[in-house]
């Protein structure tokens, strides 16, 4: 039977699944909802010392079915929002919450949110404090110093040197959540071309599927440097999303962009998911998954010169659908069956993706 309780730096969850920070959890209703609906716990919309004030339009769809955004923080006040932590907290849900920015500022609600709501922990985001390593590391050191709870810093996927980063804040938090949006970027329409988010340009932050792999990355690459938990956030819609973080090395999950576009129901659909994907494979908790892509980087196959791609005919049911994805046209039908010319094939491997059945191997010619 699989057991999806979790702990992160302490914090116990019933399952890992969390909703990420961001407008689904904005206020107390919006955080019992994703609560009732099946979160394994709670992290708060990020809120700073004083309201946003963000210009509409902030939420828009665009490629890959993600989402961009202009948001920044909570716009509601201080003093609501701890009332809206305080009903969250009081209830017994366990409560991770989201601040942010500068060293004065976090300084400030850290003490006022761990003497007032008692979290049981607190997530910094350094959305916009900058590209370099120490402005960073003087948020979290000052956070440090103010709490007692777990800390875990957001990371932004747009950071250049991430294990840098890392090495250099691990002294001050207790887990990381890996990544927040990626921008700014640009969309609008062809046939009406004008900025379709309220923000200087019409520039925003993407989220969605599309940053899935970014946030796969990063999630690995922080997973090489410490032991201590990921949350892995970014275009987690599915279970198979989720068992894929976890692969990469993360602990738990957080949904922001799912959650918009599907509701809340997200996360307990991606919570089943992910019991339903162990049992099948006969696993009984997530943890027994964690870091599984870096134990098999270790033993992977490599070719010491190209390979090649080789049919298994037996597998191969001749639906032709590898033909047109090989661009130097190194497959061809023989006897309705799938066939490849060595000499054309470069060995890319793009076509076995395409292959219902398996049939498609790399080997050396």
């Not at 887990?175 to 640009?186: D, E, M, Y």
């Not at 309705?336 to 398996?358: H, L, M, Q, W």
Request: proline letters at 6%; one cysteine or more; charged letters at 20%.
């Amino acid at each position: 039977m699989v057991d999806l309780r979790t702990n992160i730096a302490g914090i116990e969850l019933r399952n890992p699944v969390l909703p990420a920070a961001g407008p689904n959890v904005k206020d107390a209703s919006a955080m019992f909802s994703a609560w009732d609906s099946g979160a394994g716990g709670i992290v708060s919309k990020t809120v700073s010392v004083k309201p946003a004030d963000d210009k509409r339009p902030t939420i828009r769809r665009t490629i890959c079915s993600g989402i961009v955004n202009c948001e920044t923080w909570s716009e509601t006040p201080l003093v609501t929002f701890l009332g809206d932590l305080h009903k969250v907290k009081s209830a017994g849900c366990p409560l991770i919450a989201s601040i942010g920015y500068k060293p004065n500022e976090v300084r400030e609600l850290g003490q006022i949110i761990e003497k007032e709501i008692s979290p049981d922990g607190f997530e910094f985001s350094v959305h916009y404090v900058g590209h370099r390593t120490e402005p960073i590391v003087e948020v979290a050191s000052a956070l440090r110093e103010t709490v007692d709870k777990p800390i875990f810093m957001k990371v932004s996927p747009n950071f250049l040197d991430i294990p840098e980063l890392i090495k250099a804040v691990l002294p001050f938090v207790d887990g990381f959540a890996a990544i927040n949006s990626f921008g700014p970027v640009l969309d609008f329409d062809v046939e009406n071309p004008i900025p379709r988010l309220g923000s200087d340009y019409g520039q925003g932050w993407i989220s969605g599927p599309t940053i899935l792999p970014i946030a796969l990355r990063i999630i690995y690459q922080i997973s090489t440097i410490t032991d201590k938990p990921i949350i892995g956030i970014g275009g987690v819609e599915k279970g198979i999303d989720a068992v894929k973080m976890l692969m990469a090395g993360a602990s738990a999950v957080g949904i922001c962009s799912g959650a918009i576009k599907s509701g809340h129901q997200i996360y307990g659909k991606v919570s089943n998911e992910i019991g339903d994907w162990l049992n099948e494979h006969g696993q009984t908790s997530a943890e027994e998954i964690r870091g599984r892509y870096s134990h098999e980087l270790a033993h992977r196959r490599t070719f010491s010169k190209i390979p090649v791609n080789f049919v298994d005919r037996e597998k191969c049911v001749g639906c032709g659908a590898c033909l047109s994805k090989c661009l130097q046209c190194a497959i061809l039908m023989d006897d309705n069956k799938a066939a490849v010319e060595s000499k054309r094939c470069i060995g890319c491997g793009y076509c076995t993706d395409f292959c219902p059945k398996g049939a498609l191997t790399l080997n050396l010619r």
